[in-house]
């Protein structure tokens, strides 16, 4: 395994499911992200960890909760989500300072 | 707040020819640039990072330029192939962690 993993590839969750995607980084860093990509936006920053903690939380729903167990490891908990929830779920990860940040190939999330 | 726009939004061209994708930004106090390649569906892959330091990066066939005074970035692709075609996106850290602001992307074809 080598960079960023992210599990599931594909998600489709009921409204009032409870779910969780999983993000692996296998390269080292200490700074981990959640980022949401909806269609024709730009991708947008949801939270940060840097050290094992959080260190921004971009005015997100409490319906998403991320955790960081350790450096490798991000989850975003996911429960009671809605329609426009539905985006490519993207997770990256970077060294601390100003260094190269690696991505996930994402989780498409689809909320019926 | 950081704005980064990407012009143009979508591109076709021959295969062979030589391409300039372009990326503006309107806070100039960045430490850092980074262009993207996404294909349809799928994660980021990291092509170039610049710092604010720096003028300019080169990869293979791919050069990218900063000029951070003017709030512009170029990513100048030579020789364009049938493989370059994805998106592409411009992202600015203006965080001391990778907290990147994005651009919507150019979408590029390469035609035979």
């Known amino acids: 395994e080598t960079g960023v993993t992210q599990t599931p590839r594909h998600l489709v969750m009921g409204m009032t499911n409870k779910k969780s995607l999983k993000c692996e980084q296998h390269?080292?860093?200490?700074?981990m992200y959640w980022y949401k990509q909806s269609a024709k936006k730009p991708l947008e920053l949801m939270f940060v960890?840097?050290?094992?903690?959080?260190?921004e939380n971009n005015s997100v729903p409490s319906r998403f909760s991320p955790e960081c167990p350790n450096s490798s490891h991000l989850f975003l908990h996911l429960h009671t989500l809605q329609p426009e929830d539905s985006a490519l779920y993207l997770c990256a990860s970077s060294g601390t300072g100003n260094t190269e940040a690696f991505f996930g190939q994402g989780t498409r999330l689809t909320v019926v | 707040k950081q704005e980064v726009t990407q012009i143009p939004a979508a591109l076709s061209v021959p295969e062979g020819e030589n391409l300039v994708l372009n990326c503006s930004f309107t806070d100039s106090a960045i430490y850092n640039l980074q262009w993207f390649r996404q294909d349809p569906g799928k994660g980021l892959t990291s092509l170039l990072l610049i710092q604010s330091s720096q003028r300019e990066q080169t990869s293979g066939r791919l050069n990218a330029s900063l000029d951070k005074s003017s709030g512009r970035s170029t990513l100048y692709i030579a020789a364009s192939q049938p493989g370059d075609s994805a998106t592409y996106l411009c992202?600015?850290?203006?965080?001391?962690?990778?907290?990147?602001?994005f651009g919507t992307g150019t979408r590029l074809q390469v035609t035979l």
């Open positions: 960890y840097s050290l094992e903690e959080r260190v």
């Open positions: 992202a600015v850290n203006t965080g001391t962690a990778s907290k990147l602001t």
């Open positions: 390269l080292g860093h200490n700074a």
